[in-house]
Each structure stands twice: as C-alpha cells, then as structure tokens.
C-alpha cells in the first residue's frame, strides 16, 4: 500500500512569509501527527490530530497550526516565517488503537 | 513530564562489531519502547519496540532490552553492515496520552568498513 506522501519536498521561502504544507497518510490511517526536525534540537512534536480535531499539542508558538480534513489528508500552517523555522517537517500517521508510527519522507523548508 | 535521554550522540563502530545504544525515560508509567531509524533523505523508520510486560525482543541481528527497574532500554545491533549507518531515535510513550511518544535526541551510528 501506499506509504505517508508529503509535499512539497522541498520549499525555499522568504522571513515573514506564510507556508502550507501537505500530508497524506495511509489509507486508514485517522491519525496524523506533525514534527519539526532541527540538526541539534532531533524530533519535536508540534501536534496531533484525529478524525479532524486536534488532539495533542506541543510547545510551538500560535504562528504553528495545522488542520485534518474529513478523507484524514493534512496540512499545517507556519505564518510570518522567521530564519529559525528553517527546518525538516515531517509527518506521521498511525492507525487507530496502535502505537506503530509511519513517517513521510518530510519537507524541507529553507527560510532566507 | 516524561523525558527521555539517549546516548551516545554519535557512534562509530568497525563494520562486523557490535553497536549499543541506551535510553532511559522519567516516568514509570511509560509501558511502549519502540527504536527508529532514520536513513539519509528519509523519515524515521520503526525498527523494533517492546512493551513493559517483556524483557527482551529480538528481530535478527537487532534486540532491544527493557529495564523496568532502572527505568532504561537499549537497542543492540550486531554483525554491524554499512547499511546499519543511519541515525537511531528511541522513543517511550507518554503515560495518560493518545498514543503520543516523547522522543530521544538520537544517534548518529557510523560503521566503518
């Protein structure tokens, strides 16, 4: 089966602009979490959602949101771009009643 | 809240020798330990885990070990290959929440040939 497609795969972007990034889980799959990946900071969560309601959330600043559509596809959302945002963003998704995580492959997000 | 700390950062080891890398996590009510790898260009990819009701998991030439008592895990490869290079995330889940996992910092594993 199809596995967890992100994109784009790579986004160059200017400080103080907005992003939208894309996930598509596996089919079935109702849960899909977001993380950001920096070389010295490793993998910190920035939320979870579930059958299109936020369901956990990290310790990201309110430029950070994210939405769930009804077919589980999500996108989030980075809002006045700042040179520290430069980042791999990757996301997960997972089946219902189980702790098995499948990540995309990330977008890499570049700030200048 | 739960924390967990892995070491080493980095792990260089010759290629045919055994690597080990150690977690451990804060909070006793933590019951699922699962270990990634993450291979250049990719996202983490889970390669084994285990819950608190075992001691050992073994999958090949990975094993993973759970200390419930000293509140550590420890991921164990050996007859190491080129292919093993890649960096390693442990994770613990987090007690009282939807299946969210507190991540270590990671292990950058080298193997030399």
């Known amino acids: 089966k199809a596995g967890v497609t992100q994109t784009p795969r790579y986004l160059i972007k200017t400080r103080g602009q907005q992003v939208t990034l894309s996930c598509s889980p596996i089919s079935g799959h109702r849960s899909v979490s977001w993380y950001q990946q920096t070389p010295g900071q490793g993998l910190q969560f920035l939320f979870e959602y579930f059958s299109e309601t936020q369901r956990n959330k990290g310790n990201f600043p309110g430029r950070f949101s994210g939405r769930q559509f009804s077919n589980s596809r999500s996108e989030m959302n980075v809002s006045t771009l700042e040179l520290g945002d430069s980042a791999l963003y990757l996301c997960a998704s997972r089946a219902a009643g189980s702790y098995g995580y499948t990540f995309g492959s990330g977008t890499r997000l570049t700030v200048v | 809240g739960e924390n967990v700390e892995q070491h080493p950062s980095t792990l260089s080891v010759q290629e045919g020798d055994s690597a080990v890398i150690k977690c451990t996590y804060s909070d006793s009510a933590s019951n699922y330990f699962p270990w990634y790898k993450q291979e250049l260009g990719k996202g983490p990819q889970l390669i084994i885990d285990?819950?608190?009701n075992v001691g050992e998991k073994k999958d090949q030439r990975i094993a993973v070990t759970l200390n419930k008592t000293a509140k550590h895990f420890s991921l164990h490869i050996t007859e190491t290959q080129p292919e093993d290079s890649a960096v390693y995330f442990c994770?613990?889940?987090?007690?009282?929440?939807?299946?969210?996992?507190?991540w270590g910092a990671g292990t950058k594993l080298i193997i030399k040939p």
């Open positions: 994770a613990a889940h987090k007690p009282n929440s939807n299946y969210q996992l507190i």
């Open positions: 285990i819950r608190s």
